[in-house]
């Protein structure tokens, strides 16, 4: 799949969730990849309406429960919140897209847009793409 690297918090979350959708699977995987999946919704978290209050709650998905890469949940929250990233969570082998190659090139244009300190370099000087997605 081809990707554009222009791709921005609305756009990447779609394609990451395609793919999520793409790739569950109902039966588990095998016990040796087993760390790399996790159990749940294909469908990202959803919130209630605010009640008078303004609380809200998690919304439940109606969505049977199938198995998903780990790497394409963690990204799909860290994009869809916009959340800050540190070299050590970037380069867990459990977070690496290296699986979706378009998604690996999206998400690091994404990083270097949106937090362009963080996607040159680290503390030692050395490019963030030594550290993450091997």
Known sequence: MEVSAELDRTTLPAL???????????DAPPQAK??????????????TEPDAHGWMAI???ASPKRWIPRALCFWREVVSMGANVS??????????????????RAVLAY???????LALTDSAGESITRHCFK
């Open 16 to 26: 990451i969730d395609r793919t999520v959708r793409a790739e569950a699977r109902e």
């Open 34 to 47: 087993r760390g790399e999946w996790m159990y749940g919704s294909v469908e990202p978290l959803g919130f």
């Open 59 to 61: 919304a439940l998905s």
């Open 87 to 104: 070299l050590e969570q970037m380069a867990h082998p459990a977070h690496a897209p290296a699986r979706w190659p378009g998604i690996e």
């Open 111 to 117: 990083i270097a847009a949106s937090f362009p300190p």
